[in-house]
């Protein structure tokens, strides 16, 4: 669907709005929906769209999954978090999953970003330069 760029502009100040601290604030984004919905300003839907599109982005870059073969004792995932936390700010979800099918080391998605340093993935590598 194509968007006007006022419908951009307005959805992202919108969007910064609802920043509280550098941190999206869920009663802002509501109160910013719901506010839009009973104005009804021209081209509301595609603001709406597009607000919560970075709505969403901003909740995917927040979010991080560690994925290792066995649960992870309770110092590591500590300093995983921490680390993870200062590269991608405070309000970072971290969730650990394990996944045998690594057969060794973490994998870690954080948003569109992603550090493989599994075996499986090394083995792939190797597999490739052959």
């Not at 979010?63 to 992870?72: H, I």
């Not at 921490?82 to 690594?102: D, E, R």
């Amino acid at each position: 669907m194509k968007i006007s760029k006022q419908a951009q502009r307005s959805a992202r100040e919108l969007f910064r709005n609802c920043l509280v601290n550098g941190l999206l604030d869920e009663d802002r984004v509501r109160q910013a929906f719901a506010l839009m919905l009973a104005r009804k300003p021209r081209g509301y839907i595609e603001i709406l769209s597009r607000l919560q599109r970075l709505v969403k982005l901003d909740l995917e870059r927040r979010t991080a999954r560690v994925e290792s073969v066995v649960p992870l004792p309770s110092d590591l995932k500590a300093k995983v978090t921490k680390q993870l936390k200062k590269i991608y700010g405070a309000g970072t979800n971290v969730s650990f999953v394990p996944k045998p099918a690594l057969i060794g080391g973490l994998r870690i998605q954080a948003g569109s970003d992603l550090y493989d340093g599994s075996v499986r993935a090394r083995l792939n590598a190797l597999a490739q330069q052959f």
